[in-house]
C-alpha cells in the first residue's frame, strides 16, 4: 500500500489534478471508510458536480480506465482482484450514504444552518450576493440615526484624502475580513501637539542652514506651508542630509541631528495621523457591522461575506466541537481540499477545528487522513482573500509532506518546453514540467504589435485558413472591456465568437431598457420608458400599451413587450431575462431582484472562437490560444490600507498608506516591499495561467513598449510548424454554413412552432413544468440524496411562485423517477449529460437528457403532461435525426412522462 495518511501534491498546470483527487477520494472508499466520514471541498459547483459524476462513473466502469484503475491499485494494495470483489458493495455504500463532495461555500452554509438559532439567525436563510444599493441605505440609516455623518465630512477634511469618498468600499473590506481584525488600541499621540513639535524643528532647521551660509535652495526644502507637504518632500529618501548633494558640505553634527530628530517626529506625525483615521474608520465600521447583522437576520438573506462571519462566530465563539459535529450528523476521519492554493485565511480558520481533529488522533488506532491539491503558481485570488502562501505554512504547521506533480498531459511538447524555457529563470521556485509521452510536437510563437486587436483578428484568419475549427480557438484578455472590443473586431470580419464574460445581464443596456419599460408600464415614470422606445425608434405615443395589467406577472409582460416590439432579435440574452423572469408573480419583487442579480451573460452565437480573461480561464484548456497583452496600461494599487498578517494568520497591524511614510518607518518600508513582492508574484501566476492553457498550438501578442510580458523577458520566436488542419467528422458543416442565420423557435422553448395555440398559454402548467425540469437538471445523480439538495435548490429559486403543495408534488415526481426500475436501467452503461445543447440545421435546441452509450445514443425529453403529445414525438424525432446526423451513431428517442400517478416511458423507435 502506498497511500500516505498526510499529503499534498503540488500540482502544476495539465498535471492531472482532478484525477489525482478522485483516485484519492475513491481509494479511501475501497480501504472500507464511509462517504460520510469523508470531507471533500472544492471552490466551485460545477467542480463539485464533476467529482461527484467522476466517483459514480469510476466506480461504476472501474476496468475502462487503466491508469485509474492502476492508480487505485498502488495506493489501496489490494489486487486487481480484491478490488473487482469489493466494487459491487463500494458502490452501493455511497450511494446509500450521505456523502460531503462539497463547495466550501455550501459546506460552511451547512454548518451555520444546523446551528444558526445558537446565533439568533433562521436556518432557512437562503445564500446571494446582494446589490450594494441596499446595504448602502441600510449603512446610511445606521450613520444617520447615530448622528455619524458628521464624523465622515470630518474625517475627509482632517485627512484631506480623496480616496475616503469611498468610504463604504472600506467598510465592505472590513466586514470581509471582520473576524480577524485586530482590538484597535488608543494612541497616547495628539496631531495637533504632534504638528507644533514638527513645525519647531522646521524653523530650527532653517535658522541652521542660514547659519552656516546654506544655499537659498537647501532652504526652499524646508519652507513649506504645512506638515503633509514637508512630510512629502524626497530629500528625506536619504538616511543622513549630507547624503544629499545639495548639502554635503553644509551638513554639520547640529545639522544632522536636526534632520535625525526631525525624521523622528515625522514618522510620530504619520502614526498620529494614521490613528485618527484607524479611529474614525472602526468607529463608523461598527455601525455598518451592526446594519449588516440586522439586515441579514431580519430578510433571511446572507451575502458569501455574511455566511463566513456567521460561521467563523459560530464556530469560535459559540458552540463546541462535539456539539457542532452532533449538529451536521457526521465526524469526518479524512478531508481532501482541491484548488487549495486560492483558499483565504478566513476559509482555512473555518476548516482549521475540523483538522486539528484529524490530527489530534493521529498515532491512535483510527484511520485518519488530510490531503490538499493546488499549485500556487496559479493562485489569482488574493483581491478576494486568497492566500498561496498557506500551502507550505500548512504543510510545515501540520508537518505534511509535499510532493510535486510536474508531467503534463494538456499541452503540446513545444509549449511545455516554451513555458518552462520563460519561467524558470523568472519565477523563484519554479520546477520545470515534463511532457507526456507521446504528446504531439505543438506550435508556439510570439508576434510584436501595437495593433492588437486587429494582429489578433489576424491570427485567427490564418488558424481557420489551416483548417481549424473556430470552436477551437480561444482568445485570452486581460479585461472583460478588451474582450468586447475584440469581439466587435471579429464579427466585421465574419469571425463567430463567444464571449465569455463576468459581466451581468443587467448592465447590458438592451436588457436593462426592457427591464426599465416594465417598471414604467408599472408605476407610471415615463423616463423608464425612453431607454426602450429609443431602441425601437418610437414615441410613446406611437405605442399602444393598452393590453397592460398590472395583475400581470413579469413573464407576461416581458413575453408581450418582445414579441410586440420585435426586440428579440436573436439574442439569448432576451432568453435568460425570460427565465429570470420566470420565478416571480409580481413585477415589484421581479424589478428588485433583477438590480441585485448577478446573471451571467449569454453568448450571442451558438459556436463560435471562446472570448474570454485570463481569470476566467482558469481550469480551462484549448487546442489553440491567442494571448493578447493589456490594450491599457498595468494597474497601480490605489488602496488607502495595507493589512500585516501574523503567524497565526490574524491581522496584526493595519496601516494607513501614505506616500513617503517609508523614508521614516523601517517597519511600513518592510510591509510595503512584502506587498510589492506578493503584487510582482501575483502577476507572474497570471501569466502562467495564461500561457498554460494551450493544448496544440499558441500564440502570443505583446506591445512593443511596456508590456505584460516584460517579465517574462518574452522576445518575438516560433517554434514548430503550424500545420494544415483536416474537418472535424463530428461538427455539421451545416451549421457552419447556415450559422449566421440561426433561427431560435418560439425563444428556444422546446414547443413546435409548426402551428399556432389554440387556448391561452396556462402560466402555473408553465411555472410547475419549468421547476420539474430545473429540480430533473439539478440532481447530481438520480438518488434520493440528490433529490434532497435538489429540492433545495427548486425551493430557492421558485418558492415564492410554487405553492408548497405543487412543491411537494415535483418532489414525489422526482422521486418516482429514481425509483423506476426501467429508467435506473436506461442509465447502466451510459455516459449521462443533462441539458445537452443542440445545433442543427441553423436552429438551436436543448436536449433534457441524452444518454451516450458505446454502439449507440438515447435521447429522452421529460414532460409533465400528455397534452400535445404529437408535437413532442415530432420534437423527439428531430433529436434524433439530427444527433444521429453529427455523431454517426444510431440513435433512440424517448418521451419519459412525469405524471401524477405514475411514470410512463414511451420509446419512439
Not at 486587429?454 to 472583460?480: C, H, M, P, W, Y
Not at 459581466?503 to 423616463?527: C, D, H, Q, R
Not at 435506473?824 to 441539458?835: C, D, Y
Amino acid at each position: 500500500m502506498n497511500f500516505k495518511p498526510y499529503l499534498a501534491l503540488s500540482a502544476a498546470a495539465g498535471s492531472g489534478k482532478t484525477f489525482a483527487l478522485s483516485v484519492r477520494y475513491i481509494s479511501l472508499l475501497f480501504m472500507g471508510e464511509s462517504p460520510s466520514s469523508i470531507l471533500a471541498a472544492t471552490f466551485t459547483n460545477k467542480a463539485a458536480a464533476e467529482m461527484r459524476q467522476r466517483v459514480v462513473d469510476s466506480l461504476r466502469n472501474l476496468g475502462d480506465n487503466e491508469a485509474f484503475l492502476n492508480a487505485v491499485l498502488v495506493e489501496t494494495g489490494l489486487s486487481r482482484e480484491e478490488l473487482f470483489r469489493k466494487q459491487p458493495e463500494v458502490l452501493a455504500r455511497f450511494l446509500s450514504h450521505t456523502s460531503y463532495i462539497v463547495t466550501l461555500d455550501s459546506f460552511f452554509s451547512s454548518i451555520l444552518r444546523s446551528a444558526s438559532l445558537e446565533l439568533g439567525l433562521e436556518p432557512d436563510f437562503v445564500t446571494k450576493e446582494q446589490g450594494t444599493d441596499e446595504l448602502e441605505k441600510h449603512f446610511l440609516d445606521e450613520v444617520q440615526a447615530n448622528a455619524l455623518l458628521s464624523n465622515l465630512v470630518k474625517l475627509a477634511i482632517d485627512i484631506e484624502d480623496k480616496r475616503f469618498g469611498k468610504i463604504f468600499d472600506l467598510m465592505q473590506n472590513f466586514y470581509k475580513v471582520d473576524p480577524l481584525l485586530p482590538e484597535q488600541k488608543k494612541s497616547s499621540l495628539v496631531l495637533a501637539k504632534q504638528e507644533e513639535v514638527c513645525e519647531a524643528l522646521r524653523l530650527k532647521m532653517i535658522k541652521a542652514l542660514e547659519c552656516v551660509g546654506a544655499a537659498t535652495r537647501c532652504m526652499k526644502q524646508f519652507e513649506t506651508k504645512s506638515i503633509k507637504e514637508l512630510f512629502a518632500k524626497t530629500l528625506f529618501e536619504k538616511e543622513t542630509l549630507g547624503e544629499h548633494s545639495w548639502y554635503k558640505k553644509v551638513a554639520n553634527d547640529e545639522i544632522e541631528g536636526l534632520y535625525a530628530y526631525l525624521k523622528i517626529e515625522l514618522a510620530k506625525w504619520a502614526e498620529a495621523r494614521e490613528a485618527i483615521v484607524l479611529e474614525n474608520l472602526f468607529n463608523i465600521y461598527a455601525y455598518y457591522r451592526n446594519a449588516n447583522i440586522t439586515n441579514a437576520k431580519s430578510s433571511g438573506v446572507l451575502s458569501f461575506d455574511d455566511l463566513t462571519y456567521f460561521t467563523y462566530r459560530l464556530l469560535y465563539e459559540s458552540i463546541s466541537k462535539e456539539f457542532l459535529y452532533f449538529k451536521i450528523d457526521s465526524r469526518f476521519k479524512h478531508i481532501l481540499l482541491d484548488e487549495f492554493q486560492d483558499t483565504s485565511t478566513l476559509q482555512f480558520l473555518l476548516l482549521k477545528p475540523l483538522i486539528d481533529e484529524i490530527f489530534a488522533g493521529s498515532g491512535q488506532s483510527e484511520f485518519r487522513s488530510f490531503f490538499y491539491v493546488g499549485d500556487t503558481k496559479q493562485s489569482l485570488y488574493r483581491f478576494r482573500g486568497g492566500v498561496e502562501e498557506l500551502f507550505d505554512k500548512v504543510a510545515h504547521d501540520y508537518g505534511v509532506e509535499i510532493l510535486p506533480m510536474d508531467t503534463n498531459y494538456r499541452s503540446s511538447k513545444n509549449v511545455v518546453e516554451q513555458v518552462n524555457r520563460w519561467f524558470e529563470p523568472s519565477m523563484k521556485g519554479y520546477v520545470p514540467q515534463k511532457s507526456r509521452e507521446g504528446a504531439s510536437e505543438g506550435y508556439v510563437e510570439v508576434v510584436e504589435s501595437e495593433e492588437l486587436i486587429d494582429e489578433a483578428v489576424k491570427q485567427a484568419k490564418r488558424l481557420l485558413d489551416l483548417g481549424v475549427d473556430v470552436d477551437d480557438i480561444a482568445f485570452l484578455v486581460s479585461t472583460n472591456k478588451d474582450g468586447q472590443t475584440l469581439q466587435e473586431a471579429c464579427q466585421n470580419v465574419g469571425i463567430e465568437t463567444l464571449l465569455k464574460t463576468s459581466s451581468s445581464l443587467k448592465n447590458m443596456p438592451k436588457i436593462a431598457a426592457l427591464v426599465a419599460m416594465t417598471e414604467y408600464l408599472f408605476f407610471g415614470e415615463k423616463i423608464d420608458a425612453q431607454a426602450m422606445l429609443l431602441h425601437v425608434g418610437k414615441s410613446l405615443e406611437e405605442v399602444d400599451l393598452s393590453w397592460f395589467s398590472a395583475f400581470m406577472s413579469p413573464l407576461q409582460v416581458i413575453d408581450r413587450l418582445v414579441r410586440e416590439f420585435g426586440y428579440f432579435d436573436e439574442d439569448l440574452n432576451v432568453l435568460k431575462l425570460l427565465e429570470f423572469a420566470s420565478n416571480y408573480s409580481d413585477i415589484p419583487t421581479f424589478v428588485e431582484e433583477f438590480h441585485t442579480s448577478s446573471i451571467a451573460v449569454a453568448s450571442n452565437t451558438v459556436y463560435g472562437a471562446k472570448i474570454m480573461t485570463i481569470h476566467g480561464s482558469k481550469g480551462l484548456e484549448f487546442e489553440y490560444v491567442i494571448l493578447l497583452d493589456k490594450l491599457t496600461r498595468k494597474n497601480t494599487d490605489k488602496s488607502v490600507l495595507l493589512y500585516h498578517y501574523n503567524e497565526s494568520l490574524y491581522i496584526d497591524k493595519i496601516l494607513y498608506r501614505t506616500k513617503g511614510r517609508e523614508n521614516f518607518d523601517n517597519a511600513y518600508a518592510q510591509i510595503i516591499e512584502e506587498c510589492k513582492i506578493s503584487s510582482a508574484k501575483d502577476s507572474m501566476n497570471v501569466l502562467y495561467v495564461a500561457l498554460t492553457r494551450a493544448i496544440e498550438g499558441m500564440i502570443v501578442i505583446r506591445k512593443t513598449k511596456d508590456s505584460i510580458f516584460d517579465a517574462l523577458g518574452m522576445e518575438v520566436m516560433s517554434v514548430g510548424v503550424l500545420k494544415t488542419v483536416g474537418v472535424n467528422p463530428c461538427v455539421d458543416p451545416k451549421i457552419i454554413k447556415e450559422a449566421s442565420n440561426i433561427t431560435i423557435t418560439n425563444y428556444g422553448t422546446q414547443e413546435s412552432p409548426e402551428k399556432p395555440e389554440e387556448d391561452e398559454k396556462d402560466y402555473e402548467a408553465i411555472l410547475f413544468g419549468t421547476a420539474l425540469h430545473y429540480a430533473l437538471e439539478m440532481l447530481a445523480q438520480f438518488d434520493e440524496r440528490s433529490l434532497h439538495m435538489a429540492r433545495v435548490a427548486v425551493q430557492n429559486r421558485y418558492g415564492q411562485q410554487l405553492t408548497k403543495k405543487s412543491m411537494d408534488e415535483i418532489a414525489q415526481r422526482v422521486r418516482d423517477l429514481i425509483a423506476d426500475e426501467a429508467f435506473q436501467t436506461l442509465l447502466e452503461g451510459a455516459k449521462v449529460r443533462k441539458e445537452q445543447s443542440l445545433s442543427f440545421e441553423g436552429e438551436v435546441k436543448q436536449i433534457d437528457l441524452f444518454l451516450e452509450y458505446e454502439n449507440h445514443n438515447l435521447v429522452i425529453d421529460y414532460k409533465s403532461s400528455k397534452k400535445y403529445g404529437l408535437k413532442h414525438q415530432n420534437q423527439v424525432e428531430y433529436y434524433k435525426k439530427a444527433i444521429a446526423h453529427i455523431t454517426g451513431k444510431r440513435t433512440e428517442g424517448m418521451i419519459i412522462y412525469l405524471l401524477d400517478k405514475e411514470i410512463v416511458l414511451s420509446s419512439l423507435n
